[in-house]
């Protein structure tokens, strides 16, 4: 057993690393001096070369090896697949194809970036084709004869598949069009939020509501920054949110999703803290803890009833004329372009089409060339209206300049996760609803805590959440109660 | 010369994780969630280890001997000095006697913590012992036959030796003591302020006047910590502050104090960016900084003149009657024991005493058992009061029991230089005096840049300052000029 200590030990300082470099991203999007970004890549880069040697170091494929065969117990077992797996994939591509990716994607967000701003995508396109070229060549070399797409994937998500997932969502795809067009034919139309609410009255409540569904503020801050995100693990798991004065559901559903992903990192058991275990076991299951607490346990109507009344209380008005009209603009179903915009019942049908059409980008069976006359016709036919422009169609999103591809099908996994995890939550806690009523959430999250969030990395994703649910996880409870919620909200 | 640019190369990327380390301690004492210390412990440690090994890395060796001999130019012959100089100190010290160090030094801060909250030598003697154990060790290997205590000193001060700081301590001695015995038997008396300065306006006044000495936001940021003080380098330069409600005067010339260290480090020639060049060169010229833009231009008559108007607008009080009780005010001599606290007048005479003790702890002269007394004895000698307790003693400063030997004298070496470029200064920029009357000190930050700051590493410490100054630097211009001050302030 002195090959595990080796390892492990070893995995603990590079454990050590990579938080810190996941430290300078936080740094960079909330505190940075916006005159030190060309000092901060500099930095990051001899952080991230540090690590790559580290992952590389012969060292560790000599103590994989002297494990081969090993009885381990079922923690030392798991610590050895997340370790395998790293090195593998850091092992399996060439360092000139690692460097290539990294240079490239990092030229390739700028050049996005201006492309969508100027609505320009021949602008993006050379870039965009080197960026798939490489992709592809990745993925041929993390796949080693298996599905390329599934090696990409297999970094979000261990153990899904693309077939898989494909067959998942080929049975959601009908119900949620379905869906989507018995609401938008609906008679009524609930009206968004009216009025101003200052950014001191929001950043205070979405403290309170942090709080209020169990975020540890020994081992947490909130901060704002242009995109809401969540960073590091362990003892230091640090959240943003944004604020915008006319639209207060943006700053406290953003909140609440961090705080999905906040309190999960913070949840594991702190045995695994400086291990692979001690990370989030993949994006799917973290989108399921971002989304349960956004969607079903904070747009529920129990907690929107005490959230009109909390806000009457710090901004004075709620911006709607009763608990039950705050409860419809919360979860109004709108026409749009924009993911990250889109309601519940909009936003798997955004992931589904991205997923089909990277999935044929990586397998060659489209071109970049022909991606933006794809992305319009299937979202035609999915969302029943024209693409006005492509930065609301093919450029809306970063994922694809930075090369993650693979990522995107993780967000409705996750959505798909949250469904089986509320139907248990739901059958576990009887007194949720009560809480949720008072505007409290500890209950859910000790109940989430037990059943998914301590494990860490220790289960497959699959495995955890069949474990924490009693059955194997799919995607009738999510529609199920899509279908009830919105039926009732829109009489349909 | 391609051992020098490896060799560079090499460098670049053991700077830009210095520089991550740097920032992990300004996030230390600014933003990390309080429970996260054990963590960040195993982070920073990872780090260092990874510092280390790079600092000893036996390719160093071998690109420095290669280059023996070679003829370089100025800088590339400045950048091989500090890193043959990191180098030859990092691997003179036995990997064991560093470990021992580290783990005796992190412990010790806690205990001496401990020790003087509770006012109890005697519990931070065995750790005190162990430390003075370790660092004799220490300087023993690193002077290689030397004298032990300059090899601790030329960590601080490249060039400095010990007996040359006590020549001049010897000549500052008597005429401190002397003037600080006129002014304590002046007949006038200075009030402090008086008044409530909310924290809001605190802050805003010193973001004005860190804006007013030139300090550059682009690169910089200025947040609230328990003891103030100055983080990184090139792009990235963050100082802190802290805030009494009932003492402005705190946080204005703490922030004054740090935008002096922050400006050099901001001023330093771009070229040498993340390159041993590309920092200050020594504490003692960084001292020089803080003191001159907090002593020399901020507490002078006119920058005091600006300054109380302003307050009277910022806080609707000022704290003084007048702009002459408030110049009294902000320049008050006062007998005390803490370094920290001490006025002009008071300052250098604590950093003698220390010099003097720590030099014969090293040497073996004083045995840690025998400080306290020691201490005691020369305290009451040159500030003519008794220590009425250990925490206004010996056990005031956090610096012996983090191994800090030889960092004290940079202190007052700071006032000197500081003393030295102030003359240059004042006989440079003939408009200053005007500048500090509207509270503007732009045009000397300007002449400081020009001289000193620019230069970065380039020059060993003294030869810097007289460079700037065009004289040897000596502690004539500080005297006189503390002489002129404070006699003509309190009629002495």
Redesign the interface.
């Known amino acids: 057993m002195t090959a595990y200590h080796d390892l492990i030990a070893f995995q603990?300082?590079t454990e050590?690393?990579a938080?810190?470099a996941g430290?300078?991203g936080w740094?960079q999007e909330t505190?940075?001096?916006?005159?030190?970004a060309?000092?901060?890549a500099?930095?990051i880069?001899?952080?991230e070369?540090?690590l790559h040697r580290r992952r590389t170091d012969p060292r560790v494929g000599e103590w994989l090896a002297a494990l081969e065969g090993e009885a381990l117990d079922d923690v030392a077992r798991a610590q050895v697949r997340h370790i395998r797996r790293g090195h593998e994939r850091a092992t399996r591509l060439p360092d000139t194809l690692s460097a290539e990716l990294a240079r490239v994607t990092s030229r390739a967000q700028g050049i996005w970036a201006e492309a969508r701003a100027a609505d320009d995508v021949a602008h993006f396109m050379p870039t965009l084709r080197e960026v798939v070229r490489l992709k592809r060549e990745e993925a041929a070399a993390l796949a080693q004869g298996g599905d390329p797409y599934d090696a990409l994937l297999d970094d979000y998500e261990p153990g899904a598949t693309g077939a898989g997932l494909a067959a998942m969502f080929d049975r959601m795809r009908p119900r949620l069009v379905e869906l989507r067009e018995r609401v938008m034919g609906a008679q009524r139309a609930p009206a968004p939020l009216m009025g101003r609410f200052e950014t001191e009255g929001q950043m205070g409540l979405a403290r309170e509501i942090a709080s209020h569904f169990g975020y540890?503020?020994?081992?947490?801050?909130l901060d704002r920054s242009v995109h809401p995100f969540t960073s590091g693990s362990?003892?230091?798991v640090?959240i943003t949110t944004r604020v915008d004065e006319s639209d207060p559901l943006n700053c406290l559903y953003s909140t609440l999703h961090e705080v999905g992903h906040g309190t999960y990192e913070q949840g594991i058991d702190p045995a695994y803290?400086?291990t692979p275990l001690g990370n989030g076991v993949s994006m799917g299951v973290h989108e399921s803890q971002s989304r349960i607490y956004e969607n079903q346990l904070g747009r529920s109507r129990a907690f929107c009833g005490w959230l009109f009344g909390r806000m009457g209380e710090v901004f004075g008005l709620a911006g709607a004329a009763d608990a039950e009209a705050f409860y419809a603009s919360v979860n109004r179903v709108h026409s749009g372009y924009i993911r990250t915009e889109a309601d519940e019942v909009h936003y798997n049908l955004h992931i589904m089409l991205r997923f089909d059409l990277e999935r044929e980008l990586i397998a060659g069976l489209l071109e970049a060339d022909d991606l933006e006359e794809a992305w319009n016709t299937r979202f035609e036919a999915d969302f029943g209206v024209a693409v006005d422009k492509p930065s609301n169609g093919v450029l809306q999103d970063v994922h694809w300049s930075v090369g993650l591809f693979g990522y995107f099908p993780t967000y409705s996994l996750g959505n798909v996760y949250a469904g089986c995890l509320h139907t248990a939550l739901r059958a576990a806690v009887p007194t949720l609803e009560d809480d949720l009523a008072r505007g409290h959430a500890e209950s859910a999250t000790a109940w989430l805590r037990e059943t998914v969030q301590r494990h860490g990395g220790l289960y497959q994703p699959a495995e955890l959440i069949e474990r924490a649910c009693g059955f194997a996880p799919h995607e009738g409870p999510l529609l199920d109660y899509l279908d009830t919620k919105f039926g009732a909200l829109y009489g349909v």
Chains 1, 2 share one sequence.
Do not use: C, N
């Open positions: 603990r300082e050590a690393l938080l810190v430290r300078l740094d505190m940075m001096p916006r005159g030190a060309h000092q901060r500099e930095e880069g001899a952080l070369t540090a540890d503020w020994r081992h947490g801050r362990g003892t230091d640090r803290l400086l």
